[in-house]
């Protein structure tokens, strides 16, 4: 992999990161070193992960259904509907319930807000994939060898990791100085080419499971992230009581992502936690009724700073989402946003209204019928934790969506 490393260096231009860089408010420098490192950090984890039969099955399947997704024009492929869609599901592929955790790392090693981590990662990711499909497509890299490739050249990604950067879940793989790197490099390259070589994978496998963490939500893990700075106004209407069905915000473990057959035959990639599948178990219980109403919070939807555009990362969620009202025609739904009291309540209030609209605005995009839902803002109405500290002003920023005929 450390060709295909080198080569997705080298494609790293002045223009590009020149336009990551007005795309997001972050230096050039800052977009190229975030770019190289979520790079670095996806084919690392591919090759951590090698050993993994069924996961590699899924992306070299996924790559070599995605090779129209070009790099060279815009910003490494980034805003394309196709190039987010499949970069969504690529990095859910990759990261499971540690996407937020990985973006956040990206974040503090570049300096950079959390929302241009995440969007660097969405243009790195069709780089990535375009670097393993030109191989497939070349005959250089097929099923059977997809692999081994990747478990052989694991030694050489460490290089290309910034000095202490530690992977989520696997830390023991990128924590090392970078004298340390090579050393241990070197020991794993001997390792592999003598007679014993076939236990290096098996020791890393090991190791992983030694080195388990208890995993907890980025900021951005929490449901809509919300600057309450926003200068509109309107009249905030009279808010129904919300009860939340389990605070989605709060830091806590989304589980582990599994596959999720729907009635229509639909298969979704879900965590056990998530906002889909609590919605789903609502949807199927008979004996849970829409009154008095069940909120269930977004887990993962993100907001440009300051505004009530949805960045590309949500597109995983809302996908799933539309996904599921597609699979339960009987169901409609209510989408509300909040915010926490800081700043103007009426502003506040404009702000949450703005975003719910989107929200039900992109599932409408997604096929559900817009009749079927309808969307409220209730600004810092209903707070589900004291606003007070950090933590609760995180958990009441929130978009929420609740079962109302099903």
Avoid: C
């Avoid at 319930?97 to 950079?112: C, T, W």
């Amino acid at each position: 992999m450390s060709s295909l490393m080198e080569s997705i260096s080298s494609s790293i231009t002045p223009e590009l990161t020149s336009g990551l860089a007005a795309r997001f408010g972050i230096s050039a420098d800052a977009a190229g070193s975030a770019l190289q490192t979520s790079a670095a950090a996806m084919f690392t984890t591919l090759a951590a992960r090698a050993h993994e039969q069924d996961f590699v099955d899924r992306i070299y399947h996924l790559i070599s259904t995605s090779t129209s997704m070009a790099a060279a024009s815009g910003v490494g492929g980034y805003g394309s509907p196709a190039a987010t869609t499949k970069a969504s599901e690529f990095l859910s592929e990759l990261f499971g319930g540690q996407l937020s955790n990985m973006q956040a790392k990206i974040a503090e090693n570049a300096s950079i807000p959390s929302q241009a981590a995440g969007g660097i990662m969405m243009a790195g990711a069709p780089m990535v994939m375009n670097a393993l499909a030109e191989k497939a497509q070349t005959g250089a890299l097929g099923a059977a060898s997809f692999g081994s490739m990747l478990n052989s050249e694991l030694p050489g990604l460490r290089g290309f990791l910034p000095a202490g950067f530690a992977i989520p879940g696997l830390a023991a793989f990128s924590t090392a100085t970078p004298s340390a790197r090579a050393t241990t490099a070197e020991a794993l390259a001997d390792e592999t080419q003598g007679p014993a070589g076939w236990l290096w994978p098996v020791l890393i496998f090991g190791a992983l499971l030694i080195a388990g963490l208890t995993w907890y939500f980025s900021q951005n893990n929490g449901a809509a992230k919300v600057n309450d700075t926003a200068t509109q106004t309107t009249s905030a209407p009279k808010a129904e009581a919300p009860i939340t069905d389990g605070a989605s915000n709060a830091a806590g473990a989304l589980g582990s992502f599994f596959k999720r057959k729907l009635p229509d035959g639909t298969e979704l990639n879900i965590p056990e936690n998530g906002i889909e599948s609590k919605l789903v178990a609502f949807i199927e219980d008979p004996s849970r009724t829409v009154e008095p109403p069940t909120w269930f919070d977004f887990d993962r939807l993100l907001f440009a700073t300051g505004s009530a555009t949805l960045e590309p990362l949500s597109n995983e969620q809302l996908i799933n989402v539309a996904d599921i009202m597609k699979a339960y025609p009987k169901v409609s739904i209510r989408i509300g946003g909040y915010t926490d009291n800081t700043g103007d309540p009426v502003a506040n209030q404009k702000l949450s209204e703005d975003r719910a609209n989107n929200v039900m605005a992109e599932l409408a995009k997604m096929g559900v019928e817009p009749s079927r839902m309808d969307a409220r803002g209730y600004g810092e109405d209903h707070p589900v934790a004291p606003n007070g500290t950090a933590e609760g002003r995180a958990r009441n920023r929130r978009i929420s969506l609740r079962v109302v005929d099903k």
